[in-house]
């Protein structure tokens, strides 16, 4: 058997890949302490990275707005980005100077009706001990050793007087460190918005180098419509959590309920995780209003199941519509795996990694199933 050029760089390949799976496998710890060191080396421009694609969709729609019809200028891009940055920054400060008075507000309040809750919930056990006095016998009979408990107490405070320091020391640390990193992939991220055209030649140019073009243009195309999907992906869940705690703090407006506005802005942010977001701020909905009254309780759920089928069966599809193309088995395999691995960041990068993934094999399957068909049919041509 004669060996072509492109054979043996195959075996080539194949051997080194096996060396380095073996040696991987073998020294698995090393490799995986190598990967940790690497991460937090590399971790400001992933995050800058990440902040350069977050800005890049709302930044896409100023520019198209400057731009226009007209030919793009050299000053539209940084007009776009300042803007853009403005922009959020601009809506993060308003929610944050919106929220924390009306935050400080319910703080006292809750400080106010925790006392009178807990009263009310005293005399309600008192007139459940009376009605059944064998739960009293019950708690009698159970002994608490007082002396071990108190120097239980006295030996964790003793201990965590001395670990005060050390933890108000890392905790300045971890501040000043993850400043510096944001500010670093802040920077990182202006760089990327700035030269984002000449770096997605780079790297079509670079893919091109090392990789057969057929093979370069199916990476190509799959890096293109990964861009897409997340693109869209974000733009609409952004869109859909805004519209949700729109509806809520309206609604509960209008029905002169409680903590309108908290919840309201609580449920527009955890609507951004798929599928339980919006039951998170739920849950946190029904807490509040249990220091109400019940009947505030059961009217909020009552509007939280209204205003969530009416989102979920009108507006989702309109707003975030076949942009991520995954039927909804895929997506609650994916947020639950996503969770589990990398916690709210993963529920929101698994749905649309794996809606690419499934488009991908789909494309796949069919192509195969195309030309099984083509070969059965010159099958049946000879016969």
Known sequence: MKLTGDTVKKIRGLVLFTIVAAVAAVHYRECLAVCGRLLHIFFPFLLGAAIAFVLNVPMRQVERLLTGRRERKKWHRPASLL???????GVLFLVVFVVTPEVLRTMVSLSSSIPAFMEKTLRQ??????????????LNTIEIDWP???????????????????????????????????????????????????LCSQAKRLV???????????????????ERTFSSFLAGQCAEALILGTMFFVTMTVLKMPYALLIGVLIAFTALIPIFGAFIGCAVGVFLMLMVSPFA????????????????????????????????????????????????????????????LYSIMKSEVRRRERRRDVFRGDEAERR
């Open 125 to 138: 056990a008192e007139t459940l001990f009376a009605q059944y006095p064998q739960i009293v016998d019950y």
């Open 208 to 226: 091109r180098a090392f990789v057969p073009e057929r093979t370069a243009v199916i990476v190509i195309g799959i890096m293109r419509k990964t």
């Open 148 to 198: 071990g408990m108190l120097r239980q107490i006295v030996d964790f405070l003793r201990n965590g007087a001395t670990s005060v320091l050390d933890t108000t020391v890392s905790a300045a640390v971890s501040i000043v460190s993850g400043v510096t990193n944001f500010g670093i992939g802040f920077i990182f991220s202006i760089y990327i918005l700035l030269q984002k055209e000449v």
């Open 83 to 89: 803007i853009t940055i403005i922009l959020v920054a």
């Open 297 to 356: 309780t059961l009217e909020f759920v009552a509007v939280f199941f209204i205003l969530q089928q009416i989102e979920g069966n009108l507006i989702y599809p309109h707003v975030v519509g076949n942009s991520v193309g995954l039927p909804s088995i895929w997506v609650l395999m994916a947020v639950t795996v996503g969770g589990s691995l990398m916690g709210v960041v993963g529920m929101l990068i698994f749905i649309p990694l794996c809606s690419v």
